[in-house]
């Protein structure tokens, strides 16, 4: 069993846990994802907001080289497993996964806030990541209270602690502290956003993860 981290943001389940870079075929997908952002910095067919390199709505254009994700399924399988091993429940169940896009971000690249539809959650496993230079993904608290509590009191942020899940209540945006390889596992429904890059050089690169889950009849 792999170590899972859970914490919870503003009442939402959000666990992470580290993928063994060998344990798929990492070189050969970073390679392919890079060599398609130098077709198209701006692979974009799912807004006209965000300004990043992604598969979403456009894995079939046989413009880009294919991505072969086939070595990271088992490792999804297992590390999610694990992580339904952490959520309450009454029944069995049965879950599936698919991997439904990957990104590709650079110096000033970001993208829009969002939801999954359609899934019960979502994962994202960040594969090539600079943590002193990329940004991690931005939870959103949605809770009508944070539009006016640091009026009440603007004192409060100096006194909680921005570090600490437990206080995630407190603040409109919460971002999980993350490195390369962590996997990142969160409801669907949990507003999420990516604000823009800084590093010149390396490609921050994830791959992104639905998952519904079933109970078993």
Known sequence: MISVNNVSLFGFPV???????????????ITAIEKNFK????????????????SYNDEPNSKYHRVDFNS??????????????HLEVVSSFDFDFAIVNYTCLAQSHYMASHVHNGADFTAVHYIQFD??????????NALPHTEFIHY?????????????PSNSWAYKDW??????????????????????QVSKTKKRITV????????KK
């Open 15 to 29: 666990m992470t846990a580290k993928i063994d870079k060998r344990s798929y075929d990492k070189k050969s997908i």
């Open 39 to 54: 077709l198209n910095k701006k692979r974009n067919h799912w807004d006209k907001i965000s300004v990043l390199h992604h």
């Open 72 to 85: 990271l399924l088992p490792v999804y399988k297992k590390v999610l497993m694990d992580m339904f091993k």
């Open 131 to 140: 943590k002193k230079h990329h940004t991690s993904t931005v939870f959103e």
């Open 152 to 164: 009440l009191n603007p004192q409060l942020a100096e006194i909680l602690s921005p570090k600490h």
């Open 175 to 196: 971002s999980v502290d993350i490195e390369e390889d962590d996997f990142s596992f969160s409801p669907a429904f949990l507003r999420h956003k990516i604000y823009p």
């Open 208 to 215: 992104v993860l639905n998952i519904t889950m079933k109970r």
